[in-house]
């Protein structure tokens, strides 16, 4: 009986420190891990950081991890401890793309994270330096034809959604592009703008400033429908190659374990700021739709793209990557 009621004192010790900590939550700086820093996701991750910040009282930091595409980060975050106290803000690259083309992954994109919000897809968009003697995409291909693996693009990385816009570019098209890695998007256009690179397949939100100001030339937009950032770009649906389309999104998540109370009051502050000024500013300058995704309804989103992405790169004949 005294054993009994001991077993019941200490359980009951245990719910009230438990419940205490949630109750607490959150007593000191959250940080959000930040794969892609300098990037479309850098200004993504400080936005969110502020309207989570305003909401749950409390520091919120972004923490730059940059490095393998993404992975590095990424995989940082799926080891951190799911207290609350370290998010991530990644793009489809990590979550989408690279479970996809590549052979194995250090991390497991679905099983490792809960998801929390996911903006609308925004669709790539044919970026290439003024040197080269073409003035539209059918140029671009001819001149890629004519020159194989003359033309070098630039990516983030190894496997990330810029690399395999340009592997799917390149295999419907049926063109050889030499594609260069780089650790970030920002020092990919780096070189686009100095001509170190001759191409990119990037985000609007990355390469509308250069468009506009005559430093890069913007082709094509890779999908259906023209976006209000570039409305004079065409898209590759209306210069009659409708597959060579390709989309990315970003992402916010939480390591796996982390509680369902603590993750729900992140998603209705995030579903409370989609209508905010910032937030729809952010949405229409990436090219994005005024739109997002919160929890399951993400989760169910993303294992539907995987499978069409499988579908994609199993059709293109793009090769798995080590």
């Given at each position: 009986m005294r054993r009994q009621l001991l077993v019941m004192v200490i359980c009951s010790m245990v719910f009230v420190a438990l419940g205490a900590q949630a109750q607490d939550y959150p007593n000191k700086t959250i940080r959000i891990i930040n794969p892609f820093p300098g990037g479309p996701t850098d200004s993504f991750a400080r936005l969110v950081a502020g309207k989570l910040q305003a909401g749950l009282k409390q520091s919120v930091i972004v923490d730059a991890k940059a490095g393998a595409g993404g992975v590095i980060g990424v995989t940082a975050a799926a080891k951190s401890a799911p207290d609350g106290y370290t998010l991530l803000i990644t793009s489809a690259s990590t979550q989408i793309v690279q479970p996809v083309v590549k052979k194995s992954m250090p991390y497991d994109a679905e099983k490792d994270f809960v998801p929390i919000m996911a903006t609308g897809a925004s669709a790539s968009v044919v970026v290439v330096h003024p040197s080269l003697p073409v003035k539209n995409l059918r140029e671009f291909i001819d001149y890629a034809r004519a020159n194989p693996e003359a033309v070098s693009y630039g990516s983030?990385?190894?496997?990330?959604?810029?690399?395999?816009?340009?592997?799917?570019?390149?295999?419907?098209?049926?063109?050889?592009?030499?594609?260069?890695?780089?650790?970030?998007?920002?020092?990919?256009?780096?070189?686009?703008?100095?001509?170190?690179?001759?191409?990119?397949?990037?985000?609007?939100?990355?390469?509308?400033?250069?468009?506009?100001?005559?430093?890069?030339?913007?082709?094509?937009?890779?999908?259906?429908?023209?976006?209000?950032?570039?409305?004079?770009?065409?898209?590759?649906?209306?210069?009659?190659?409708?597959?060579?389309?390709?989309?990315?999104?970003?992402?916010?998540?939480?390591?796996?374990?982390?509680?369902?109370?603590?993750?729900?009051?992140?998603?209705?502050?995030?579903?409370?700021?989609?209508?905010?000024?910032?937030?729809?500013?952010?949405?229409?300058?990436?090219?994005?739709?005024?739109?997002?995704?919160?929890?399951?309804?993400?989760?169910?989103?993303?294992?539907?793209?995987?499978?069409?992405?499988?579908?994609?790169?199993?059709?293109?004949?793009?090769?798995?990557?080590?």
């Open positions: 983030s990385g190894t496997g990330t959604a810029l690399h395999l816009a340009g592997e799917v570019f390149a295999s419907i098209a049926g063109v050889k592009l030499q594609h260069i890695p780089y650790k970030t998007a920002a020092q990919s256009m780096t070189d686009l703008l100095g001509g170190q690179v001759k191409a990119m397949f990037d985000s609007p939100n990355n390469s509308s400033p250069q468009i506009k100001n005559g430093k890069v030339k913007g082709l094509a937009i890779m999908g259906s429908d023209r976006i209000s950032v570039l409305p004079d770009v065409p898209t590759t649906a209306e210069l009659g190659m409708p597959k060579m389309r390709f989309t990315n999104w970003l992402g916010v998540y939480a390591p796996a374990g982390t509680p369902a109370d603590i993750v729900d009051r992140m998603i209705k502050i995030l579903r409370a700021s989609i209508n905010d000024a910032d937030m729809k500013e952010y949405f229409e300058r990436s090219g994005m739709p005024p739109s997002a995704l919160f929890g399951q309804d993400m989760a169910q989103a993303s294992r539907v793209q995987r499978s069409e992405l499988a579908e994609v790169v199993k059709s293109a004949g793009i090769a798995l990557l080590d």
